[in-house]
C-alpha cells in the first residue's frame, strides 16, 4: 500500500519525525506517536518513506523506540555486521544483525514489557516457573496473589507467600499460635497466647495446646466445678477430696474426676468420725480395731457403728450385738453371740456357750439345750448350749436368774417373752418361765424344781 508523504524534518530522535505528518489510508494519519518503525511494518507507509525512516535509525537520528517493527519482526536497532536487507540497497550501509525486540536485548531471565518497554521478571504467570509461579503488579515472580494459588499445609496468601496461617484461628488446637513473622502455627507459650478461643482458653504448657481450663483460672474456665488435666470440668480432681467429697458413700476423687467410693481407709481420713472403709463406704469401725475405733466398746458387725457396750462384758443370756461382747472365761469356755427367737419370732443375739465336743457335752442346767446356729459377728455355724426356745426365751431366764419380782401378779412386769408371774419356793409374784423338766430350771435355788410346769413349782 502506498501512501504520500508530505514532508520529512527533524529527524534527529526526539520522537518519530516529530514534525512530519504521513498522509495514510484515505481517512487516517500516522503521527509520530505510532512510531515510524511500527507503521512501515504495518504497510501504512510507503517504501520510499520507509527507507529514509531505515537510514535514519541506522545512522542514530531515530531512537530504538522509533524504530520497532522495521524489520517486520517487531525489531529494533540491528546489532551485528549482516548483508544489508535486498530491499534496503546497497547505499545504506551494512546490515546490523539479528533484532532486540521492544526492550532491546533482555538477559538473566528477565522478559520485555512491551508497556514500559523495560525489562523485567515477569509480565504474566507463564513467565514464572517453580514454586514462585504467579506475576504481581510489580513484574515479580511470587507463590501466590489469592488464596487460590495455595494449598495444602499452606493454604493461606499472605504478602504473596503460602503460609500456614493468618491468624491464631487458622491453627490447630495443637499448635494453636501463629508466628506473625513466618505464619506457620506452633505451640501456645501462656494462657493469652489462646485468649481468642472461647472454647479453649487455657494453655497447657507442657504440651503447647489449647485447652479447656487451667487450675488458677478453674473458677471462671469450669463454673462450681474443677478443672481436670486441663481437659475437663469435673466434681473434683486429685487433691480436693476433703474439700469435694464429703459423703462418707462417695469419699475419693476416682481418676476420672468424680467422687466415688472408696477402697481403703486413707480415703476416708477426712470424714469425721468415720476413719474405715468397708464395702466402698467409711463407716466409725470395724470389728477388728474396734477397741482403737471404740474407746474400749464394741463395734456393732452389721452397721460398724460404736455401740456403747464394753468389750467382754454380757454374761450367759444377756443380749449382745457381737461376739466380743460376751465375757470369755479361757479355754474350753468360749463364749459367742448368737441370735435366738421364742416360738419363731427372732429376739437379737445372746451370749451362749460353745458347746464342748461332742455336743452337748459339758452344757449346764438351764443352758442343755442344743443350739446350732452362725454367730453375730459371723463366726461358722457351731453348737452352743441353749434353752428350749419353744418354751421360754433367754430375757425370761434371766430375770427368774436376776430375781425380777411381778408385784401386782402380772408377767407383763417380768419384760420378757415366755416369762411367767408365779409363787417360787413360797415366794409371791417371782417372775419365771415354763419348764419340761428339772433340767431346764437352774441347777441350785429355789427355783431348781420343775413339779408345776414352771421353774421353782
Known sequence: MRVGFVALCGVFGAGCLTETVYVCPPGSEVTASQRCGAACASGELDAEVCAQVRQACA?????????VGLDVDMGVLDLGMDAAPPDMGDDLGPDLGPDLGVCGACGNGTVCDPDSMTCVQCVTAADCTGPLGQCNAMHQCVACLTEAHCDGSTPYCVAETCAACRNNGDCPLTDPVCDTVDHTCGSCQQRSDCNDRSATP?????????????????????????????????ECRPGTASVDCTMPSKPQCNTIGECAACTMDDHCSHISG????????????????????CSGN???????????TPRFSRTVCESCVSDTECIQGGPGNTFRCVPMNFQGTGLGGFCLRVANVPPPTGCTRPFTTLITAVSLS????????????????????????????????????????????DTVSAEDNRCTYACGTPSDCPAVGSASTCAGGYCGS
Not at 59 to 67: N, P, Y
Not at 298 to 308: E, I, V
Open 59 to 67: 545512522d542514530g537520528r531515530l531512537g530504538a523506540q522509533d524504530c
Open 202 to 234: 487455657a494453655c497447657n504448657t507442657s504440651t503447647g495446646d489449647c485447652t479447656l481450663c487451667d487450675i488458677d483460672s478453674e473458677s471462671a474456665d469450669c463454673p462450681g466445678q474443677r478443672c481436670f488435666n486441663q481437659t475437663s470440668c469435673t
Open 274 to 293: 468415720r476413719p474405715r472403709c468397708v464395702s466402698g463406704t467409711c463407716v466409725a469401725c470395724m470389728p477388728a480395731t474396734e477397741a482403737t475405733d
Open 298 to 308: 464394741t463395734c456393732h458387725p452389721a452397721t460398724f457403728t460404736c455401740t456403747g
Open 378 to 421: 459371723g463366726f461358722a455355724s457351731a453348737g452352743y448350749c441353749g434353752i428350749d426356745q419353744t418354751a421360754t426365751s433367754c430375757p425370761a431366764v434371766r430375770a427368774l436368774l436376776d430375781g425380777f419380782s411381778c408385784p401386782s401378779g402380772s408377767a407383763g412386769e417380768c419384760m420378757a417373752d415366755g416369762a411367767l408371774c
